[in-house]
């Protein structure tokens, strides 16, 4: 099987030697060699059970009471939030109609309810989504246009309803963006490398913002609306805890359009989403280099459950912005058809961060174009940088693949393997032999193309 080789960044800080040292290993556990102990599925239950979303009191808030009319619904949302919030809470109500509106800043103990028929219309125009906000852009911290949804150190949000948040991004507005950031991007990480504090980055005005953003938050509830024509990613809970996420659908094809990336954030919950996204379906992340380094927050406990995933990378994401480290995710009673991967797990020696205790159960896959799973140290940058990323304890159980080109791509470093990778009660159709190098994997009734698997040479 050949492997494709990435080009190299133009920026490569593992290799440049005015930029400040930064350690190799992060924790004694990891350094022991040995596989973390975990609970495995019941851990999930406990997710479940801990996570409760927010509870708002039985108080309405119609934006038309607050002066939002169609043609310019803004100042009446915001207003409407406002008397709501000091108020001591309840549900700002979208009516039916078609609502256009600048940016939407929620507050504490505000449910904000897109009703049936009712479209939130985002502007298009970047100097509405100003003044700046503290956030972040692919794991980095920035100081960049708001999000079209953000809320920032609040507790007992919510978004809620069935109807829709339209983003209105396309090649003529947000989109183009993606091809007029690099050098915003570049500027941004060498910043990060170096500490620039965050007040003092000026990482330029192309760098697209996420659409709903809940930073830094505790208690969030997003359900039941649908999302399309995303500027960015489209939902992504940044530094955020006690998340419930439900009955959501996605659909942006736009690039690098994640469907939900869930970023530093603890005791999550994502279910019965439908998602069509540009890039990845759900995505992990936790902070970036030296911004992940220093930030330092994992994403941990999560549990997605009953989501049916579609195009277009991965389906199930953990990386790439893995600095920070991922723990304790739980997959189950899912459906994926039509993306590259089912389970993607990507980093480097430039990102390192680990991955540890990530369970997938009860998949059923109609088809990825490439690997089932694939988790590789050698993409992007490789092995070019002071970081050895960590992947240990990962176990597939009741994986049915009807269709796929491989089964595995796993390619860990030579000083640092992938530990105690499981396959377990699976059932793979593929049409070429997988690839594994520095990789502990085991099997326990693997069949591949109707043959039993008992050893890794009968999946290569």
Same mark, same amino acid.
């Given at each position: 099987?050949?492997? !494709?080789? !990435?080009?190299?960044?133009?920026?490569?800080?593992?290799?440049?030697?005015?930029?400040?040292? #930064?350690?190799?290993?992060?924790?004694?556990?990891?350094?022991?060699?040995?596989?973390?102990?975990?609970?495995?599925?019941?851990?999930?239950?406990?997710?479940?059970?801990?996570?409760?979303?927010?509870?708002?009191?039985?108080?309405?808030?119609?934006?038309?009471?607050?002066?939002?009319?169609?043609?310019?619904?803004?100042?009446?949302?915001?207003?409407?939030?406002?008397?709501?919030?000091?108020?001591?809470?309840?549900?700002?109500?979208?009516?039916?109609?078609?609502?256009?509106?600048?940016?939407?800043?929620?507050?504490?103990?505000?449910?904000?309810?897109?009703?049936?028929?009712?479209?939130?219309?985002?502007?298009?125009?970047?100097?509405?989504?100003?003044?700046?906000?503290?956030?972040?852009?692919?794991?980095?911290?920035? $100081?960049?246009?708001?999000?079209?949804?953000?809320?920032?150190?609040?507790?007992?949000?919510?978004?809620?309803?069935?109807?829709?948040?339209?983003?209105?991004?396309?090649?003529?507005?947000?989109?183009?963006?993606?091809?007029?950031?690099?050098?915003?991007?570049?500027?941004?990480?060498?910043?990060?490398?170096?500490?620039?504090?965050?007040?003092?980055?000026?990482?330029?005005?192309?760098?697209?913002?996420?659409?709903?953003?809940?930073?830094?938050?505790?208690?969030?509830?997003?359900?039941?609306?649908?999302?399309?024509?995303?500027?960015?990613?489209?939902?992504?809970?940044?530094?955020?805890?006690?998340?419930?996420?439900?009955?959501?659908?996605?659909?942006?094809?736009?690039?690098?359009?994640?469907?939900?990336?869930?970023?530093?954030?603890?005791?999550?919950?994502?279910?019965?989403?439908?998602?069509?996204?540009?890039?990845?379906?759900?995505?992990?992340?936790?902070?970036?280099?030296?911004?992940?380094?220093?930030?330092?927050?994992?994403?941990?406990?999560?549990?997605?459950?009953?989501?049916?995933?579609?195009?277009?990378?991965?389906?199930?994401?953990?990386?790439?912005?893995?600095?920070?480290?991922?723990?304790?995710?739980?997959?189950?009673?899912?459906?994926?058809?039509?993306?590259?991967?089912?389970?993607?797990?990507?980093?480097?020696?430039?990102?390192?961060?680990?991955?540890?205790?990530?369970?997938?159960?009860?998949?059923?896959?109609?088809?990825?174009?490439?690997?089932?799973?694939?988790?590789?140290?050698?993409?992007?940058?490789?092995?070019?940088?002071?970081?050895?990323?960590?992947?240990?304890?990962?176990?597939?159980?009741?994986?049915?693949?009807?269709?796929?080109?491989?089964? #595995?791509?796993?390619?860990?470093?030579?000083?640092?393997?992938?530990?105690?990778?499981? $396959?377990?009660?699976?059932?793979?159709?593929?049409?070429?032999?997988?690839?594994?190098? !520095?990789?502990?994997?085991?099997?326990?009734?693997?069949?591949?193309?109707?043959?039993?698997?008992?050893?890794?040479?009968?999946?290569?």
């Amino acid at each position: 099987m050949h492997v !494709h080789q !990435h080009r190299r960044c133009e920026l490569d800080p593992g290799h440049r030697a005015d930029v400040p040292e #930064l350690p190799r290993e992060r924790s004694a556990d990891h350094r022991s060699g040995t596989a973390p102990v975990t609970a495995g599925w019941a851990e999930a239950d406990r997710i479940l059970a801990d996570v409760r979303p927010p509870v708002f009191p039985a108080v309405d808030f119609p934006i038309t009471s607050y002066g939002a009319v169609e043609s310019d619904a803004g100042p009446g949302i915001a207003a409407a939030i406002r008397a709501c919030h000091e108020s001591g809470g309840g549900r700002v109500v979208v009516p039916p109609g078609n609502w256009h509106t600048k940016k939407i800043h929620l507050l504490s103990y505000v449910e904000l309810h897109v009703s049936e028929g009712a479209t939130l219309l985002f502007s298009t125009d970047p100097a509405d989504y100003l003044p700046v906000v503290e956030t972040r852009y692919e794991g980095l911290e920035v $100081l960049n246009h708001s999000p079209m949804i953000y809320a920032n150190g609040c507790t007992d949000i919510a978004i809620t309803g069935t109807g829709t948040l339209d983003g209105q991004g396309s090649w003529d507005t947000w989109w183009r963006w993606f091809r007029e950031c690099d050098e915003d991007f570049k500027r941004l990480r060498e910043q990060s490398w170096y500490g620039v504090p965050l007040a003092d980055r000026d990482a330029g005005d192309r760098l697209r913002s996420s659409f709903v953003q809940p930073y830094n938050c505790t208690n969030v509830l997003i359900e039941g609306v649908t999302v399309v024509r995303s500027p960015f990613w489209q939902i992504h809970p940044v530094l955020c805890r006690n998340v419930t996420i439900r009955d959501l659908v996605i659909d942006s094809q736009g690039p690098n359009n994640d469907g939900i990336d869930l970023e530093s954030c603890r005791s999550v919950v994502v279910s019965g989403c439908v998602i069509d996204a540009g890039d990845d379906c759900i995505a992990l992340k936790s902070g970036r280099e030296a911004d992940g380094l220093r930030v330092d927050v994992p994403t941990e406990d999560v549990l997605i459950e009953d989501c049916e995933l579609r195009v277009k990378y991965g389906a199930i994401t953990l990386g790439s912005d893995l600095t920070g480290g991922i723990r304790n995710v739980y997959v189950r009673n899912c459906r994926i058809g039509g993306p590259y991967f089912a389970l993607y797990i990507k980093t480097n020696a430039v990102r390192g961060g680990f991955v540890e205790n990530v369970y997938l159960r009860d998949i059923t896959v109609s088809e990825v174009l490439k690997e089932v799973v694939q988790c590789n140290f050698h993409r992007g940058e490789g092995d070019a940088g002071p970081l050895t990323p960590y992947v240990r304890n990962v176990e597939l159980r009741g994986v049915k693949v009807e269709h796929a080109r491989n089964a #595995l791509l796993l390619r860990g470093y030579r000083n640092s393997r992938i530990e105690a990778f499981r $396959l377990v009660d699976c059932n793979f159709t593929v049409d070429q032999p997988s690839t594994v190098q !520095h990789a502990a994997l085991t099997f326990d009734n693997v069949t591949v193309n109707g043959h039993s698997v008992k050893d890794v040479h009968q999946i290569r």
